[in-house]
């Protein structure tokens, strides 16, 4: 099965999650997490009508995406998906269009002082404990959108997460829950705020995910693996 037949399949199985949670189809957005595939396979993607991808890495970005601009008609958006370190935030304004990855403050301030126009980012609440991982506290979350949405040029859009590892479904279905009922709370809170948008969900939980509120899935290997 090629990538054009691996991305219709998740088109239907977004379709029918959705619909199981009220909405459309049109209300999820896929985006295709190409980190460690080759130009090769997201031009395929784009090629059969993916209109997001996401990268995890800003080096590996850097070579890709002109090698996919220059071989599609009109190029996807890029989503940096996976932590930015800060002296690489000059570069990544250059590849970007969305930043789903915001992870501190730290980050926003750099992101808002070195862009030029207004860019779109997700705060990332981190719900796992590990120092590996990178993120806003749960309970830190509405401190977090208030000194964010603040910055000059950076519109928040929404929250993202990712489930911690070793979960049951019902447990991952909990932390999807939370995010989706903290953003409501958020919203609330902060009526002058646009409609937040909430980023959960990858190959191994997106159904999962999508039944709880999710608006984008980042679905890497069941769109691009062999």
Known sequence: ?????????????????????????EAVRIVGVSKGNPPERVIDAVHAGLRD????????????????AAAVAAPPDWHLVGHLQTNKA??????????????????????????????????????????????????????AVEAVSALPNLEVAGLMTVAPLGLDQEGTRRVFRELRERRDRVQ????????LGLSMGMTDDYVLAIEEGSSLVRIGRAIFAD
Do not use: C, W
């Not at 080096?59 to 996919?68: L, N, R, S, T």
């Not at 269009?97 to 501190?104: C, H, L, R, Y």
């Not at 609330?188 to 409609?195: F, H, I, K, V, Y």
């Open 53 to 68: 991808v996401g990268e995890n890495r800003v080096q590996e970005a850097a070579d890709k995406i002109p090698a996919v």
């Open 188 to 195: 609330e809170q902060s009526p002058n705020l646009g409609p």
């Open 90 to 143: 000059r570069a990544a304004l250059r590849l970007f269009n969305t930043f789903q990855s915001v992870d501190s403050v730290k980050v926003a301030q750099t992101l808002s002082r070195l862009t030029e126009h207004p860019i779109p980012v997700y705060l990332e609440v981190q719900f796992a404990h590990t120092p590996d991982r990178y993120g806003f506290e749960p309970d830190a979350l509405l401190e």
């Open 1 to 25: 099965m090629g990538v054009a037949e691996r991305l219709q399949v998740i088109r239907e199985r977004v379709g029918e999650a959705a619909a199981r949670s009220g909405r459309s189809a």
